[in-house]
């Protein structure tokens, strides 16, 4: 697995499945064969990408979102956890960085 950002996101093309830790007591495994679409939307510097699967909604907000859009497109997007830095510090230009996760459904 190839970590490509500060730790809040990861790929790795053989992956099967996408491991999202919501929370340090909560994480889920979705299916990439359950993944029925994105959305990405911009509000000023802050973003929202919402992952759709079969069962779930998978809402993300931060800054430079679409790398890990894209990696969900080609299926090999393989963690998202919150980012452990602040906003805005120790975080490359370009990287992204996810302040929050939410996940709905069953």
């Known amino acids: 697995m190839s970590t490509k950002s500060t ?3 990861a790929s790795d093309p ?4 996408l491991r ?5 007591e909560r994480s889920l495994l979705l299916p990439h064969d359950q ?3 994105a959305e990405l ?3 000023g510097k802050e973003q ?3 992952l759709t699967f079969a069962a779930h909604e998978v809402s993300i907000r931060g800054h430079c979102l679409r790398r ?5 497109q080609r299926m090999d997007l393989s963690l998202l956890c919150k980012s452990l830095v602040k906003q805005g510090n120790f975080v ?3 990287q992204p960085l996810i302040l929050d996760i939410a996940v709905t459904g069953n």
Do not use: D, H
Request: charged content about 20%.
């Open 20 to 24: 999202i830790e919501v929370s340090p």
């Open 7 to 9: 730790e809040c996101w």
């Open 92 to 94: 490359a230009e370009g």
């Open 35 to 37: 993944f029925m679409f």
């Open 41 to 43: 939307t911009s509000s």
């Open 48 to 50: 929202n990408l919402k």
């Open 68 to 72: 890990i859009e894209m990696a969900m």
């Open 14 to 17: 053989q992956a099967r499945a």
